[in-house]
């Protein structure tokens, strides 16, 4: 058995009708070997989410398919405490009673999150940089401020990994709240960590293999083009933040809001790296054919927005990944050199060398 999420499309629908689908998958639920744990729903958007303990896929799909016909539009497997860790329950809540009929449960609560993803230096290059008491110490308090304000602004700690956080939040306002009280309580120590914040907001299934995962991936791209001690915020949230508040300050030095066009821009960039980063024969060529655009426009406009020439993001984005596959013992210099796209181990330790101010042997072997 596993655990698996799906997703249904069905605008118009209302939220008692969704309550007696699910009452139909509870009753049948053992002819499909399934057990129907709960579901989200949300109305304005017609987006359902249900989740399922269940032997595979197809199980869950036929007992959508025999009890009430709404087949999910996509399902996924995911874990129940990630679920919990995200969306705050992975059971019915309490309450929320039909009045005409007592035994049946409705509620509408969407399953829409925004998603904040912190980001710091590699550990082991801090480490390098400030010694290990020291780069202990700021980690330490990294990790404590953040998760006082975690507490503080009611969000939710879903991730936890060796770059930062990824943390769930209902509310728009409290999550941009959260962010500058966390830059600004990390004062210093943001600067030192390289600290970044990336905010994004999404659906728990959307094209993705993970929970959240488009929404987190962006999320956490954004906080690799941002400057130390910065956030960045989607053209998502800005929208939703500008709806609930348009007098609300923000510290503007220290936030980038994107627009519409620039999301989206950002998002092919994404896309497309994400889609070849591992290619050594991926040139600027095929990433302006891409994304339908010129080399000119590509480069001012990825320049603009990220800092960084195409070929420089590029060889960042492999960067990045190498300092992941060299933390794994069963890899070498030369494995992980090709693995990443560069065309000789000897560039590979060429450019790591220069971005980073460490050897990569050195960097596998001294901090294992």
Request: net charge neutral; charged share 25%.
């Amino acid at each position: 058995m596993a655990i698996f999420m799906d997703l249904h499309i069905a605008p118009g629908i209302k939220p008692v009708e969704v309550a007696k689908a699910h009452a139909l998958d509870v009753e049948n639920q053992e002819k499909f070997g399934c057990r129907a744990m709960t579901y989200w729903f949300d109305r304005d958007e017609g987006t359902g989410f249900c989740l399922f303990d269940a032997p595979d896929e197809e199980s869950v799909i036929q007992l959508h398919k025999n009890t009430h016909g709404l087949i999910p539009n996509e399902i996924i497997p995911v874990n129940s405490r990630v679920v919990e860790a995200f969306l705050g329950r992975i059971k019915d809540p309490e309450g929320y009673f039909e009045p005409e009929n007592p035994k049946l449960r409705v509620f509408n609560e969407p399953a829409f999150r925004i998603i904040m993803v912190t980001e710091t230096m590699d550990e082991r290059l801090l480490i390098q940089k400030l010694g290990k008491q020291k780069a202990n110490e700021l980690l330490k308090i990294h990790h404590s401020i953040i998760r006082e304000q975690i507490s503080k602004y009611e969000g939710r700690e879903a991730e936890l990994d060796e770059a930062g956080f990824v943390i769930s939040f209902v509310s728009v306002m409290q999550a941009v709240e959260c962010a500058q009280s966390i830059l600004k309580s990390l004062h210093i120590a943001a600067d030192l960590l390289e600290f970044r914040i990336g905010l994004h907001a999404g659906l728990p299934v959307n094209r993705s293999n993970r929970i959240f995962g488009k929404t987190i991936s962006f999320a956490g791209f954004l906080c690799k083009i941002a400057h130390a001690n910065k956030i960045i915020l989607s053209s998502v949230i800005r929208n939703l933040y500008k709806t609930k508040s348009t007098e609300q300050l923000i510290d503007n030095e220290r936030i980038k809001w994107l627009t519409p066009a620039e999301e989206n821009f950002l998002g092919m960039l994404l896309e497309t790296l994400e889609k070849r980063w591992d290619e050594s024969e991926f040139s600027v060529l095929e990433f302006c054919n891409e994304i339908s655009m010129s080399k000119p426009q590509l480069y001012r406009k990825c320049k603009l927005l990220t800092g960084m020439s195409p070929n420089e993001l590029l060889r960042e984005y492999r960067l990045q990944k190498s300092l992941a596959l060299l933390k794994n013992d069963n890899q070498n210099i030369s494995q992980v050199a090709y693995e990443t796209g560069f065309n000789s181990p000897s560039y590979f330790t060429k450019c790591f060398q220069k971005r980073f101010g460490i050897q990569p042997l050195h960097y596998f072997k001294e901090f294992k």
